[in-house]
């Protein structure tokens, strides 16, 4: 089966430019998350998706990030304009929800710089 | 406060022995999982094992083993018989059932298998 898919992955860009980083879920997963990982933070959750639909957006940082999950196969996470404080490692993560031992897999990740 | 705390920022074993890394959770909540990950070098995130708060028996999966302690609050992983591949972050995360989906993380602890 394939694993959550997340493109690209590795992005380097300047500051000020638009970043769009893509995920595919784990079919038939109905729950999405984006993650942020940090040497200073470690892994924070930004959002997360519930049957397409946004639950929890608490830990998005700015308004400079935004995400989209138009259906159940495909989610985007956006910032714009790209600030060098965003450098870090994005996670996508999906999950079945309903059942307590289920976890949550990760993508590869990519790997941010701005510079 | 944090919720999930792993005190060891760094663990040393040699390569057969067993190693215990520590994790200590904070939660009001009665039912909530706790599940541990592994994070080599090359940066992916990969689920070893998961542990149910009433589950009644330690949770095991391989050489990995829980030792969950629940009125100490605490569960931590065993690693039996080291490998060198058993080198890597280990992160402790819960997920609180009576809230939403989201996993909170611990700091890491970075285990290195000496041969």
């Known amino acids: 089966d394939a694993g959550v898919i997340q493109s690209p992955r590795h992005e380097v860009t300047e500051m000020g430019q638009e970043v769009t980083l893509r995920c595919k879920p784990i079919s038939g997963h109905n729950s999405l998350f984006w993650y942020r990982q940090t040497m200073m933070r470690g892994l924070e959750l930004l959002i997360y998706?519930?049957?397409?639909?946004?639950?929890?957006d608490s830990g998005m940082p700015e308004d400079r990030f935004s995400a989209k999950m138009p259906n159940a196969s495909f989610s985007t996470l956006k910032i714009q304009p790209s600030e060098p404080r965003d450098s870090a490692v994005y996670f996508c993560?999906?999950?079945?929800?309903?059942?307590?031992?289920?976890?949550?897999?990760f993508g590869d990740g990519t790997r941010l710089s701005i510079l | 406060a944090q919720k999930i705390t792993q005190t060891q920022p760094g663990m040393f074993v040699q390569e057969k022995e067993a190693v215990t890394l520590d994790c200590t959770y904070d939660t009001s909540d009665p039912s909530y999982g706790l599940f541990w990950y592994k994070q080599p070098s090359s940066g992916e995130m990969i689920f070893l094992i998961y542990q149910g708060s009433y589950d009644q028996q330690n949770a095991t999966e391989g050489r990995y083993s829980l030792n969950f302690q629940k009125a100490r609050k605490s569960a931590n992983l065993v690693i039996s018989a080291s490998q060198l591949g058993d080198s890597a972050m280990y992160f402790c995360a819960m997920r609180e059932e009576g809230g939403s989906e989201k996993l909170v993380f611990g700091k890491g602890t970075k285990l290195t298998v000496n041969p």
């Open positions: 998706f519930n049957n397409n639909v946004p639950i929890d």
């Open positions: 993560a999906s999950s079945k929800t309903g059942i307590d031992n289920q976890p949550q897999h």
